[in-house]
Nanobody
Framework: QVHLAESGGGSVPAGGSLKLSCSTT?????KAWFRQAPGKPRERLAT???????TYEDSVKGRFTISQDPTRNSVYLEMTDLGPQDTAIYFC????????????????WGQGTQVTITS
């Protein structure tokens, strides 16, 4: 069983930046960030694999950066140029299957951290 814990959420003004962190209790091949806004389905934002290869959803490409620290089994999401549309609960997720991280289900989830963008 892999446990994940997010941190770094909060309230920031539009145009601002925020960096989310996620620690995991053991190594996983793929890590990802998702978010869920009120009344909307959860959406995959970014993924990163063991080798550092990344994928991004179009709406965050160029604004969000996913990175990892393999020595700490941690993954990060640096977010810039935030707007009201980015208000959501952000989740980190992981899986151990050695497949392309940009597709497929993720099996381990954190509890989420709230990000609120104020105008």
């Amino acid at each position: 069983q892999v446990h994940l814990a997010e941190s770094g959420g909060g309230s920031v003004p539009a145009g601002g930046s925020l960096k989310l962190s996620c620690s995991t209790t053991s190594y996983t091949h793929c890590k990802a960030w998702f978010r869920q806004a009120p009344g909307k389905p959860r959406e995959r934002l970014a993924t990163i694999g063991r080798t550092g290869s990344t994928t991004y959803e179009d709406s965050v490409k160029g604004r969000f950066t996913i990175s990892q620290d393999p020595t700490r089994n941690s993954v990060y999401l640096e977010m810039t140029d935030l707007g009201p549309q980015d208000t959501a609960i952000y989740f980190c997720a992981a899986r151990t299957a050695i497949t392309w991280c940009g597709q497929g289900d993720y099996h381990y989830w954190g509890q989420g951290t709230q990000v609120t963008i104020t105008s």
